[in-house]
């Protein structure tokens, strides 16, 4: 069973700093991109920043700046480093990951289960 784990998030004052972290876990062959989405109350679920494989990298343009994604492929892991944090930042946020269960499988996507984010002094 394909399971995503994320944490890290919590309560931080403006200007502050958070990292995420999302461990993959189970049977799988590979992972293709992996990503971070937040959703705010009453809002869709929007991408915040993803990572290819081979490291490619891609930001929101309100996390350009202020948010770096990473991933160690040896531990499944991806991370978000959040600085510079607003209290617009305050969100769910959730991590994705494409994963394929075979050399020639398609890649299928898979959520966590979130992680809150609050941006308050």
């Known amino acids: 069973q394909v399971q995503l784990v994320e944490s890290g998030g919590g309560l931080v004052q403006p200007g502050g700093s958070l990292r995420l972290s999302c461990a993959a876990s189970?049977?799988?062959?590979?992972?293709?991109?992996m990503g971070w989405y937040l959703q705010a109350p009453g809002k869709q679920r929007i991408l915040v920043a993803s990572?290819?494989?081979?490291?490619?990298?891609n930001y929101a343009d309100s996390a350009k700046g202020r948010f770096t994604i990473s991933r160690d492929n040896a531990k499944n892991t991806v991370y978000l480093q959040m600085n510079s944090l607003k209290p617009e930042d305050t969100a769910v946020y959730y991590c994705?990951?494409?994963?394929?269960?075979?050399?020639?499988?398609?890649?299928?996507?898979?959520w966590g289960q979130g992680t809150q984010v609050t941006v308050s002094s």
């Open positions: 990572i290819t494989s081979d490291g490619s990298t």
């Open positions: 189970g049977g799988f062959f590979s992972i293709n991109t």
């Open positions: 994705n990951a494409e994963f394929r269960m075979g050399l020639f499988a398609s890649p299928r996507p898979y």
